[in-house]
Each structure stands twice: as structure tokens, then as C-alpha cells.
């Protein structure tokens, strides 16, 4: 079911999301050539701690096994859904940090710093029944001086979430926001990754509808004002066709071992407009 989301929960969302590009911001300074990754992990952890935030993908249902942990950490081939791990960031590298978090929680209900979020199955308690704000933002990073291929891959990805979000108005339809994104994606020469999509957010962090990167124009469900949704394009420098782990069940690769960004915002569409809940600064740049 599609929900219009009220006033009320529209501002939680949007506390949240300048919770969330806070922290985004702050992993621009840690991330570098010699860094471990776990510590773009341990940074989240520490916030969330902090500022008494959930990490809401901490215990999210997997066809193996439940999400441990904070962050996906994808590295240059990986898609998506990657776990974060001790391994030391290269010149070069291509790092996306997808993260999604809930607040502001107030103490007196639930102290985050005394939670272990190493344990799974208890935190798993707390993030499926959580129904307050949820911000939802994936961002890529460059590690250092990057190729041309990397920093152009990179702009194009941006530039798709830009241009499908500027889609998102009252009377346009999904397709509409697939089309833009496809069509200048591959005017570059670039694969469009179908299998994982956009999504509403609200009361939970995965609702309806699904928001295909990918599409038709004047097709598909018209967009009203209320609904929040994500756009989160995944930009492959080869083929659009992607492979899961079998261990796990969760990261995907490219299926050529191509390189591959994705740039996420979450926003609600107002009778003047997306309105970006997860903006870190001026729009096209952050």
C-alpha cells in the first residue's frame, strides 16, 4: 500500500536526513588512500551512538542470513548490499557508503549508546519496530586522486539522481523518472542496473512503490504530492547485469567486473517540487 505521508512525519524524515547527510559529510575527511574500511563502519556506529540513532539495516531479512551491520560499503565492481570489512582503501578506489538511519530518538524512550550492534538478533528487535523518522542516502567517494574513467563514471551517476529526482513532480509517472535516468546514462555509454530499484520510505525503510531506474516515459504510476521516495541509480561502466554472493546472499557485483557508482537521495514530493530530505549542501554539487 502507497501511503501520503503527513506533516508530521515528513519533518521526522527530514531531521533525520540532516542527520544523515551529517554523517556523510563527515566520512569526506576519513576516507582516503591507508584508511581501513571497517573504520567508515566504526564512524557510523559511533554517530548513531552519539546522537542516539538507529542504524535501521542492522537485522533487515536476508534469504541467508539477517544484515549485521551499519553501513554497505561497495568497492569499485560491487553494486550494492557489500559488507563493510578490515581492508585498506588504495589510491584510486571507489567507495559507496549506503547507510539507512532512524531519529531522532528521544533517551527516555531507548538510549542507543547502551545497545550492542553486534548483536544481531537484538537489535534486530528495535529496528523492525521502529516507526519514527528514517532517512535513507547512499553517496560514492573517491579515494584519493582517482582515473578519468572513475571521476566521469562518478559525474554521470550524479548527474542521473539529478535528473530523475527533477522528474518527481505531481502528475508525472515512474516511467518518467526511469526514462530520464536510462536515457542519459547510456547516451554515455553506461548500464543501468535493473535488478535493485528506488523505493517509497515510510512507515518502514522499503515500502511501495518500487522506483525503477529504468523505464518508459508517461508510463507506469502517476506521482502525487505527499509521497517520499528514494532514487538511488546504479551505474555500471559495462553491462547493467549484476551477480549475488552466494555465501552471504547479499553484495552484488557487476557480472564483467566492471566498475560501478550509485549516488542516493530521499525527497517528498511537494505541490512546488521534490523537496530533498538527505541534502548535504547545494543540490548538483552534494
Not at 560514492?140 to 574513467?149: F, K, L, T
Amino acid at each position: 500500500m502507497i501511503t501520503l505521508k503527513s506533516a508530521r512525519e515528513i519533518e521526522a524524515m527530514d531531521q533525520a536526513g540532516d542527520f544523515i547527510a551529517s554523517v556523510h559529510i563527515g566520512l569526506r575527511d576519513l576516507i582516503k588512500p591507508g584508511v581501513d574500511m571497517w573504520e567508515v563502519e566504526e564512524y557510523v556506529r559511533k554517530r548513531c551512538k552519539e546522537d542516539n540513532f538507529l542504524p535501521l539495516q542492522i537485522g533487515v531479512d536476508g534469504h541467508l542470513m539477517d544484515y549485521p551491520y551499519a553501513t554497505c560499503c561497495g568497492l569499485n565492481d560491487e553494486v550494492a548490499h557489500a559488507f563493510p570489512r578490515h581492508y585498506t582503501l588504495k589510491e584510486g578506489d571507489l567507495l559507496k557508503v549506503d547507510m539507512v538511519l532512524g531519529g531522532p530518538i528521544a533517551k527516555s524512550d531507548l538510549d542507543v549508546s547502551k545497545l550492542d550492534f553486534n548483536n544481531v538478533a537484538q537489535m534486530k528487535t528495535y529496528t523492525e519496530s521502529f516507526r519514527g523518522g528514517i532517512a535513507d542516502s547512499c553517496w560514492a567517494y573517491a579515494v584519493g586522486n582517482v582515473s578519468p574513467e572513475v571521476a566521469d563514471l562518478m559525474a554521470v551517476t550524479k548527474e542521473c539522481l539529478y535528473r530523475g529526482i527533477e522528474q518527481a513532480v505531481v502528475g508525472n509517472r515512474l516511467g518518467d523518472i526511469g526514462a530520464a535516468i536510462q536515457d542519459y546514462a547510456e547516451s554515455k555509454g553506461y548500464g543501468v542496473v535493473r535488478d535493485l530499484v528506488g523505493h517509497g520510505v515510510g512507515p518502514t525503510m522499503h515500502e511501495e512503490p518500487n522506483v525503477p531506474h529504468y523505464g518508459t516515459a508517461g508510463r507506469g504510476l502517476r506521482l502525487k504530492e505527499g509521497m517520499v521516495l528514494t532514487i538511488e541509480p546504479m551505474i555500471n561502466t559495462g553491462t547493467w547485469e549484476i551477480d549475488t554472493d552466494t555465501k552471504t546472499g547479499w553484495a552484488h557485483k557487476t557480472l564483467d567486473g566492471g566498475l560501478s557508482c550509485q549516488y542516493e537521495h530521499q525527497f517528498v514530493i511537494t505541490k512546488d517540487g521534490p523537496r530533498i530530505l538527505t541534502s548535504q549542501g547545494e543540490e548538483g554539487s552534494y
